[in-house]
Structure formats: structure tokens, C-alpha cells
């Protein structure tokens, strides 16, 4: 393989060089504290910073108001989800949210049951979905708040979050939703989404890593949060700490870029994906499809390839940049906890593959990584036993057959 292919862009993008551009006075000459206002180097960066925070307002329709900065979407969540509980604990005790969230959610979810918090993680169906009705049967009188994903790191599938919204706003709760991954790749006005509360990061659309921010929206009475940090009170005092002005002028670029490409960016990603699929399909038989079929983000495939595991397929594939479908960690190899709430079975969960299309990802890149893919699973599936039953009539004693076929 002559250069590496990265293709991960769920799990990071790279820095787009304009927005790198757009931070490098702010990291040289620039260097001032936001907060120093009494001077023309505090003057400038606080300048930058209200810019910034009018562009990354701009590309999910609120106010500038309504953006409060942090270091990225896990500080994001942990306000939104802990901040809201913990404010309004006097109202009540219950949390929902659903089980395929980022372990931002869930973990803050977890430690609120430490608390004394009763939470609801709703189930989903095979494509990995919540169903608005779900949401309703789940409210009590003692709910404050709802957290659901807008769309889905792993298999990519986008929630009904509108009309979700619809029913929080029926019932005066407050719903929060984790659209890290959505943000910069599909339509984000939080207006149509009828969220609250919503937390973003910039290097998921080629901004830096380290900062983000969580949208709170303007209401009557204002939206409380107790503060996880406490210190200087920036940030209307809901995040207090110095303000990250390299990362948030890159984070102010980013949107921008976003807000003028996203929809041809989109469309040519889209085809990117269907050449990496329909090449895949061609080559490589007892393919599955995970996620929705057409709810999904536009760079986003997550195919599990029967009779191997995933973690076999990128040990040959060095030069090419892919995630897993498995949680790994130094002690062994867990399936998805994504995939297994979607009903895949172990043997299909462990063998899947994310893709993740990016800015610069190329047909040329694609025809390559399909070319690669299919003969390493082909290499593997010679040395299984149960490929060679499956192949000899006795598919059923080999394998059980699950997932959404391709």
C-alpha cells in the first residue's frame, strides 16, 4: 500500500489547514486572556471569542447567547445530563435516556444512580432506533430530564429527535441530545430538533480536539445548571476556567466551513459510500449491514463480515485507518454494547467493521481499501472451520443467522 488511508473520521477528523490558518495568530502573537479586557491583547482575544461563538451559533441556528464553551462533548454531556439532575433534584428523580448512548451519557447516567437517581435506559430496535412512543410511556411525574442521541457514533443511525422534541415540550421537560456525531454532516437547527440542551465538539468536523461547547437554550424561566467547575465564572458562571481562544477561533472556522459545504459535502460522501459498499457486497459474500439503512449519517458503513472477527481483518490492513465493532481492552475482546442492544448476535458483533468517509477520503482511496478488505477476509475465512462447513451445506450448525442482510 503506498500511503496510509485514513478512515476513521468518526473518531477524529483531521484539521481542515483553514481552520488551522484561522488559529495561528491566536497561538502566536494573539496570545491574550479573554478575560483581560482592560487591555488590547484581552480586547482581541475576547473579540475572536464572540466571533467564534457567533459561527458555531450560526451553523445550528440559536442565539450566540446559548453557546457555553467547554473541552469537548464528554464535558458537554456531564453538564447537560449532571447539571440538569443535580439543579432540578427538587422537582424530581428521574432520567431518561437510551441504551446505544456515548459513555459520556451513560456514565454520567450511572454515577446519578449513585446519587439516589432513577434512570431509564430505553431499548432499541434492530437498527439501533428509539421510538418517540418509547419516550412517552417512559415519562413520570418525577422526570426532569431525557437525553437521546441524534445520531449514532458506531452504526450511524439518526434518531427521531423532532419528534421526540415534540413530546418534551408537550410534557415541560427538559431534552438534552449528544449530536457530536451529527453536527457538521447533517442538519443540526436546534429550532427543528426542538431540543434544550445539545452538546457539540469541534474535531468530529475538522476543528481542533479539546474544545467544544453545549448549546443551552434561552427560555423563560432560564434553564439552570450547577456547575461541575467552579473558579473564575466564566461562562455565566456555568463553566468557569480560561478560555481556550486558539481552540475556539478553530471551532468558530470549522462551523463555518460547515454551514458552506456541508450539503455538497454530503452528497459526495454519500457516494463514496455507496462505491465502498456496493464494492464490498460484490466481493464478499454473508456481509451485514448494521445501523439503518437510509437513516444513517452519510459517512458512516458498519458491515460485520461472517466467520471472521473484526480484530483479525485490521491486523492486516495496517496502512488503512478503520475502527472496530468491539469494545477491546488488554484483558480481552467485548462485542459492541452498541450492537448487542441492537439484537446482533456475539458472532456477527465481534466481526464488524466501521468505516468512517471523510473530507478527503477519495474514489481512488475507496477502490483500494474494497480491494484490501475483501482479500484479507478471504485470507481469513480459509483458515476457519466453520467458513468451510457453511461453504459445505451446514450453514445453520455453523453460524446463526442474524443482523440485516446485505
Do not use: W
Request: aromatic content about 6%.
Amino acid at each position: 500500500m503506498p500511503e496510509p488511508i485514513y478512515m476513521d473520521s468518526h473518531a477524529t477528523t483531521p484539521l481542515d489547514p483553514r481552520v488551522l490558518e484561522a488559529m495561528m495568530p491566536y497561538l502566536t502573537t494573539h496570545f491574550g486572556n479573554a478575560a483581560s479586557s482592560t487591555h488590547l491583547f484581552g480586547e482581541r482575544a475576547k473579540d475572536a471569542v464572540d466571533a467564534a461563538r457567533g459561527q458555531v451559533a450560526d451553523l445550528i441556528g440559536c442565539l450566540a447567547e446559548e453557546i457555553i464553551f467547554t473541552s469537548g462533548a464528554t464535558e458537554s454531556d456531564n453538564l447537560a445530563v449532571k447539571g440538569v439532575a443535580y439543579q432540578y433534584r427538587d422537582r424530581g428523580n428521574h432520567v431518561i435516556t437510551s441504551a446505544v448512548e456515548h459513555h459520556a451519557v451513560l456514565d454520567s447516567c450511572q454515577a446519578l444512580e449513585k446519587s439516589g437517581f432513577d434512570v431509564t435506559y430505553l431499548p432499541v430496535d434492530k437498527y439501533g432506533m428509539v421510538y418517540p412512543q418509547q419516550v412517552k410511556d417512559a415519562i413520570t411525574d418525577q422526570t426532569v430530564l431525557i437525553s437521546l442521541i441524534y445520531a449514532n457514533g458506531e452504526v450511524g443511525t439518526i434518531n427521531p429527535v423532532t419528534e421526540v422534541g415534540e413530546i418534551t415540550e408537550q410534557y415541560g421537560i427538559l431534552f438534552h441530545s449528544d449530536a457530536t456525531q451529527g453536527i457538521g454532516k447533517v442538519e443540526s437547527d436546534v429550532s427543528k430538533l426542538k431540543v434544550d440542551l445539545m452538546s457539540l465538539t469541534a474535531h468530529k468536523m475538522y476543528g481542533p480536539k479539546g474544545i467544544g461547547a453545549l448549546y443551552v437554550r434561552k427560555k423563560d424561566p432560564p434553564i439552570q445548571l450547577y456547575p461541575l467547575l467552579h473558579g473564575g465564572g466564566q461562562e455565566n458562571n456555568v463553566r468557569s476556567g480560561t478560555l481556550n481562544v486558539p481552540g475556539i477561533v478553530g471551532f468558530g472556522a470549522a462551523c463555518e466551513l460547515c454551514k458552506q459545504e456541508m450539503e455538497e459535502e454530503a452528497q459526495r460522501i454519500l457516494a463514496l459510500r455507496a462505491q465502498l459498499y456496493y464494492g464490498l457486497d460484490k466481493r464478499i459474500e454473508l456481509v451485514h449491514l448494521n445501523g439503518h439503512p437510509t437513516q444513517r449519517l452519510p459517512g458512516n458503513l458498519n458491515l460485520s463480515f461472517e466467520f471472521v472477527e473484526s480484530q483479525s481483518i485490521l491486523s492486516g490492513l495496517k496502512g488503512i485507518a478503520l475502527s472496530s465493532g468491539s469494545a477491546c481492552n488488554s484483558d480481552s475482546v467485548e462485542p459492541s454494547y452498541v450492537l448487542r442492544a441492537m439484537g446482533v448476535k456475539d458472532e456477527l458483533a465481534l466481526g464488524a467493521l466501521r468505516f468512517g468517509l471523510g473530507r478527503y477520503n477519495t474514489e481512488a482511496e475507496v477502490a483500494t481499501v474494497v480491494e484490501y478488505v475483501a482479500s484479507q477476509v478471504a485470507r481469513l475465512r480459509e483458515l476457519s472451520p466453520l467458513y468451510e462447513m457453511a461453504q459445505g451445506g451446514n450453514y445453520e450448525a455453523a453460524i446463526p443467522q442474524n443482523g440485516e442482510k446485505s
